[in-house]
């Protein structure tokens, strides 16, 4: 909505006669709400602002993904998730995002090749890989993984170089898959796999979780098909606490391959990326569509601790248009492989449920995008377990558009948020005998 104010006026009061206002200029981007700029609140009033969880703070200028969360829309670089998700593939996205424009057929075929050309692990990856218990959580190896690979590039990249930052967004876009089936391989006890560079990008990383040696790998079309979809779909959504964790790390010049480890382990939580995973156990705790009801009476008793997990979002609050697409695409990939999966019938049940309940109808709590994307992985054969380093394959890409772009911001400054001190006023030490 077009915003007629530039200014906003604050009264601050001090003492009687003390009264003074400030005025504070309004920014606006091409889309969205109006932002009120307070950077020089804390030198002209002495005061900060408070803002738990960031709910009201743009930390940064961002011309990579639109989000409008009333009205469920998503856009990359201008594009609509719905056109993107029919038309595109994750490879031509993560272009896209990086480079902001589509690019044309020859552009597409050289990055394509780069991509492909890079997404080999270093050898001794295999050793680092093999130090981690049989059991180890996928996402705890990615996170060690990614942090280790700053170690194998860390000399040779000059942060000044845009060339070289490039580079960095390629590796990491390339080499991810490998690392996350390698994880995969390691903990079921299967040989690595190596990429095999005649496959597309979502195939290869296909066959290198899913081939054995002693047989090809037949998989339906609609399996790559599925992922490349789901890979589009989390391919990035702007501030999210993951892609701030990045910028956050990126804002100390930190390298490029540790920023990524720590959005990993930002994603992992199960308030973020680590939801898709906590769905399919809800679900299986379910168990059956008769069970559904009491679910939802524990996820609305603030006592249980208990959340729907794939309900809700911080931003999106009418639906969320990733979860529409899914929800299409679940059915016809449990179509097309031929899999009758009782906890698809659980979720719709779920769905229809919550959707008719007063409690999730005042709060806006609907369908997210990791309340069908794990069936839908259940379906190809993807552990749980490994259903959060899908996401962080998609999100890779976004992860490095937001590194890139806040490499070359003018306004970009370390982050640094302030607090509200609760704890003690200044005391004396007490030695250990007089306490
Ligand atoms: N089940 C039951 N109640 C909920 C849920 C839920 N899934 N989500 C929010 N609420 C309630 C919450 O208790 C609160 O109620 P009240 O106003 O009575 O105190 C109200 O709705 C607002 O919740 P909030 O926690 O203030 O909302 P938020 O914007 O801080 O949190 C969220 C957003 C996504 C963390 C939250 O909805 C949630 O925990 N959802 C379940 C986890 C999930 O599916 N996460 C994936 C998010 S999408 C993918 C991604 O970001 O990676």
Same mark, same amino acid.
């Given at each position: 909505?077009?915003? $007629?104010?530039? /200014?906003?006026?604050?009264?601050?009061?001090?003492? $009687?006669?003390?009264?003074?206002?400030?005025?504070?200029?309004?920014?606006?981007?091409?889309?969205?709400? *109006?932002?009120?700029?307070?950077?020089?609140?804390?030198?002209?009033?002495?005061?900060?602002?408070?803002?738990?969880?960031?709910?009201?703070?743009?930390?940064?200028?961002?011309?990579?993904?639109?989000?409008?969360?009333?009205?469920?829309?998503?856009?990359?670089?201008?594009?609509?998730?719905?056109?993107?998700?029919?038309?595109?593939?994750?490879?031509?996205?993560?272009?896209?995002?990086?480079?902001?424009?589509?690019?044309?057929?020859?552009?597409?075929?050289?990055?394509?090749?780069?991509?492909? /050309?890079?997404?080999?692990? /270093?050898?001794?990856?295999?050793?680092?890989?093999?130090?981690?218990?049989?059991?180890?959580?996928?996402?705890?190896?990615?996170?060690?993984?990614?942090?280790?690979?700053?170690?194998?590039?860390?000399?040779?990249?000059?942060?000044?170089?845009?060339?070289?930052?490039?580079?960095?967004?390629?590796?990491?876009?390339?080499?991810? *898959?490998?690392?996350?089936?390698?994880?995969?391989?390691?903990?079921?006890?299967?040989?690595?796999?190596?990429?095999?560079?005649?496959?597309?990008?979502?195939?290869?990383?296909?066959?290198?979780?899913?081939?054995?040696?002693?047989?090809?790998?037949?998989?339906?079309?609609?399996?790559?098909?599925?992922?490349?979809?789901?890979?589009?779909?989390?391919?990035?959504?702007?501030?999210?606490?993951?892609?701030?964790?990045?910028?956050?790390?990126?804002?100390?010049?930190?390298?490029?391959?540790?920023?990524?480890?720590?959005?990993?382990?930002?994603?992992?939580?199960?308030?973020?990326?680590?939801?898709?995973?906590?769905?399919?156990?809800?679900?299986?705790?379910?168990?059956?569509?008769?069970?559904?009801?009491?679910?939802?009476?524990?996820?609305?008793?603030?006592?249980?601790?208990?959340?729907?997990?794939?309900?809700?979002?911080?931003?999106?609050?009418?639906?969320?248009?990733?979860?529409?697409?899914?929800?299409?695409?679940?059915?016809?990939?449990?179509?097309?492989?031929?899999?009758?999966?009782?906890?698809?019938?659980?979720?719709?049940?779920?769905?229809?449920?919550?959707?008719?309940?007063?409690?999730?109808?005042?709060?806006?709590?609907?369908?997210?995008?990791?309340?069908?994307?794990?069936?839908?992985?259940?379906?190809?054969?993807?552990?749980?377990?490994?259903?959060?380093?899908?996401?962080?394959?998609?999100?890779?890409?976004?992860?490095?558009? /937001?590194?890139?772009?806040?490499?070359?911001?003018?306004?970009?400054?370390?982050?640094?948020?302030?607090?509200?001190?609760?704890?003690?006023?200044?005391?004396?030490?007490?030695?250990?005998?007089?306490?």
């Amino acid at each position: 909505m077009e915003s $007629p104010f530039d /200014h906003v006026t604050l009264a601050v009061d001090g003492k $009687p006669g003390d009264a003074r206002s400030l005025s504070l200029p309004v920014e606006r981007g091409t889309l969205g709400n *109006p932002c009120i700029d307070i950077a020089r609140l804390p030198k002209e009033t002495g005061c900060f602002t408070y803002d738990p969880g960031f709910t009201a703070t743009a930390a940064c200028k961002s011309a990579i993904t639109y989000i409008d969360g009333d009205a469920g829309v998503l856009l990359y670089r201008g594009y609509p998730i719905e056109q993107l998700a029919k038309q595109s593939s994750f490879l031509e996205v993560a272009y896209l995002l990086m480079h902001g424009e589509l690019p044309s057929g020859d552009a597409f075929h050289a990055f394509e090749n780069e991509v492909t /050309h890079h997404t080999m692990m /270093h050898e001794a990856f295999r050793t680092f890989l093999y130090g981690f218990r049989h059991d180890a959580h996928p996402m705890a190896m990615l996170v060690g993984m990614l942090g280790s690979m700053a170690s194998f590039y860390h000399n040779t990249l000059d942060l000044e170089d845009p060339e070289q930052r490039r580079l960095a967004a390629v590796r990491l876009i390339a080499k991810v *898959p490998t690392i996350a089936a390698g994880c995969y391989r390691y903990s079921i006890g299967w040989p690595l796999r190596y990429p095999k560079n005649n496959l597309e990008y979502v195939d290869r990383f296909l066959h290198m979780m899913f081939e054995v040696p002693s047989e090809p790998l037949a998989m339906k079309p609609v399996a790559a098909r599925a992922l490349d979809l789901l890979f589009i779909l989390h391919a990035d959504h702007e501030q999210n606490a993951s892609t701030s964790t990045v910028r956050l790390v990126g804002s100390t010049g930190s390298n490029p391959y540790a920023c990524v480890a720590a959005g990993v382990a930002a994603l992992w939580g199960p308030a973020h990326g680590g939801a898709n995973e906590a769905v399919l156990k809800m679900l299986a705790d379910i168990g059956k569509p008769g069970n559904v009801q009491s679910a939802i009476d524990r996820a609305k008793d603030k006592e249980s601790g208990f959340r729907l997990m794939g309900f809700g979002h911080r931003v999106y609050k009418n639906f969320d248009p990733r979860a529409k697409i899914i929800r299409e695409m679940t059915h016809q990939v449990l179509g097309e492989l031929g899999v009758n999966d009782p906890l698809l019938e659980v979720a719709l049940t779920l769905e229809e449920a919550a959707l008719k309940d007063d409690y999730f109808i005042q709060r806006k709590l609907y369908p997210n995008v990791d309340f069908y994307s794990g069936i839908i992985y259940k379906a190809l054969g993807i552990p749980t377990e490994m259903f959060t380093v899908m996401f962080a394959i998609a999100r890779t890409a976004g992860w490095m558009a /937001h590194w890139l772009e806040q490499q070359m911001d003018p306004e970009a400054r370390i982050g640094r948020p302030r607090q509200i001190y609760t704890g003690y006023g200044e005391r004396g030490y007490v030695g250990i005998g007089d306490r």
